[in-house]
């Protein structure tokens, strides 16, 4: 990784704002699922050992530019300060002359918690003045926040022209993990792809294609790759317009392409839904692929058997209904066993993984979904290109 870290700063005695990833799942004021909280701890510790006073911001849930009560960071201020065991301070706002002021009298140790950036319309459109206000309230930035790194926003990329801009060391752990993967792996490479789209994930796939041995493609996505065959796929989830496109990527990839052999299907959309498994070229008007079946799991297993590294983004079935979650565990499970760099892309992959209490068992689970498709799609994450190179 060419860019700049906190270890590559003097922070003593200095204000610095930190960009961290607190949008988490909230229900009834308090925080369900602190992942995302403890993965900033080390750079949020680190900072603190070095004598920095601490700003923090964050953005939560989607309040569309306007004060919603629902996505005020109290809730996370409680927790973090739960799990730093000192006092974090929760302002009211992001930006003004009340801020201001506050920050103004922060001492070495001290944490402060700004109130949700996407409370401010300025935030998601960039906007220079903003994120000139943020800056200003520190004399470095620390961007930490991966999972927010694809977005071009005044809290992720606008703050970097006014102050000197480094990586925190989760941002660091991401870009080296899945910067291992796509720039340098070792072979044989196998990537899996799942979730419900096909056209969310075209570029990943031709990217994934130059660089892998094998991709094996399950969730909903593999239907539309069974269209493309000329499969009947009953009422399986379809992107008909995507199937001209799944043929081609079949017709160049040929075998490099591992799809199911047999799925779970289901005669409506619910966990209690009459299912059995079939052929995927077998399936019934009137019922849906769910998830892949037991020759599939084999067939993926003998595909991962040799790998030395994989990376895995998206379910391979409705994982969320325990009846159609045996194809995702499933490959959880081989991962586990598997003597490779195995990088977990965030989002529902991450929360399977989770699920199945392998999470410590993986090389790398990413905090970052849609971020880390982007970065294996190859493009360049706007968060990261406005950090300091070394």
């Known amino acids: 990784m060419n860019k700049q870290t906190v270890r590559d700063v003097d922070v003593k005695g200095k204000r610095v704002l930190v960009r961290v990833d607190f949008n988490v799942p909230l229900k009834d004021g308090t925080v369900t699922d602190d992942t995302r909280i403890r993965a900033a701890l080390p750079t949020l510790e680190h900072l603190l050992q070095q004598g920095a006073a601490l700003i923090l911001c964050s953005h939560l849930g989607r309040p569309k530019g306007k004060v919603a009560p629902e996505y005020r960071m109290d809730p996370v201020g409680v927790r973090l300060q739960e799990l730093l065991g000192r006092p974090v301070r929760k302002l009211d706002d992001c930006v003004g002359p009340e801020v201001e002021t ?42 930490d926040a991966f999972g927010a790194a694809h977005r071009a926003h005044a809290s992720t990329e606008g703050v970097a022209h006014y102050l000197p801009a480094v990586a925190g060391f989760l941002m660091e752990k991401e870009l080296e993990f899945l910067g291992r993967a796509t720039e340098n792996p070792e072979h044989p490479y196998v990537a899996i792809l799942g979730g419900a789209k096909v056209s969310d994930k075209i570029a990943v796939i ?65 966990n209690d839904a009459n299912l059995k498994v079939v052929a995927p070229n077998a399936v019934p008007a009137g019922w849906r692929i769910l ?21 895995w983004n998206g379910p391979l079935g409705v994982f969320e209904m325990p009846n159609f979650a045996k194809g995702t565990f499933a490959v959880a499970d081989l991962l586990a066993n598997l ?35 982007e970065f294996l799609e190859g493009k360049v994450l706007p968060g990261v290109a406005a950090l300091q190179d070394k």
């Open 339 to 373: 003597d490779a760099v195995t990088v977990i892309g965030g989002g529902d992959s991450a929360a399977a993984v989770a699920q199945a209490g392998l999470a410590d068992r993986m090389t790398h689970v990413s905090t970052g979904g849609g971020a880390s498709l």
């Open 102 to 143: 506050t920050i103004a009298a922060i001492q070495p140790g001290d944490v402060v918690l700004l109130e949700n950036t996407r409370f401010h319309a300025e935030e998601t459109a960039n906007d220079l003045n903003f994120a000139k206000q943020l800056a200003g309230l520190a004399d470095i930035f620390v961007n």
């Open 206 to 270: 031709e990217n994934l294609l130059r660089q892998c041995d094998r991709l094996i493609i399950g969730g909903g996505m593999a239907n539309t790759f069974f269209r493309a065959m000329g499969f009947d796929t009953g009422d399986s989830l379809v992107e008909e317009d995507a199937v001209a496109t799944a043929k081609t990527l079949l017709e160049a990839a040929g075998s490099q392409i591992v799809l199911p052999v047999d799925v779970v299907i289901a005669d409506r959309f619910d």
């Open 291 to 311: 998830d892949v079946g037991p020759k599939t799991i084999a067939t993926f297993e003998s595909a991962l058997s040799d790998a030395r590294t994989v990376v």
